[in-house]
């Protein structure tokens, strides 16, 4: 019964490409540390993760404008193998949450607090 819910697992995890098949456990009082509070850590990691995504973002857009032609046909689509490679190389780097993290973790990152209202 127990190897054929581990084979279930496994087949669902390899059909959907939102679920990594190994995931990374990180220490929460290591993500913590750097800020003191653990909600500012990940406010951070998102920020950067999102101006990481946004660089990656104007710079795959800035390669494939290159490939674009005011008629869009099938067979132009199914023949662009370089357009194609170019899509495949941007999918196959890491996520921008995971640099984030990375980047976090290895003190790369410099953050500040923002002024605080003095009551």
């Not at 509070?37 to 920020?47: A, C, F, M, P, R």
């Amino acid at each position: 019964m127990k190897k054929q819910k581990n084979d279930l697992t496994r087949q669902l995890r390899s059909a959907s490409p939102k679920i990594p098949v190994s995931a990374i456990t990180r220490d929460m009082d290591v993500i913590t540390e750097p800020t003191g509070n653990l909600y500012e850590s990940l406010v951070v990691i998102g920020k950067r993760a999102r101006q990481i995504a946004v660089k990656d973002k104007i710079e795959l857009n800035e390669k494939l404008a290159e490939f674009a032609v005011g008629v869009d046909n099938l067979e132009e689509i199914f023949e662009n193998k370089e357009q194609i490679e170019i899509s495949r190389h941007f999918e196959r780097q890491p996520k921008p949450p995971a640099i984030a993290i990375e980047e976090f973790l290895d003190g790369k990152l410099f953050f500040r607090h923002g002024e605080e209202d003095k009551a």
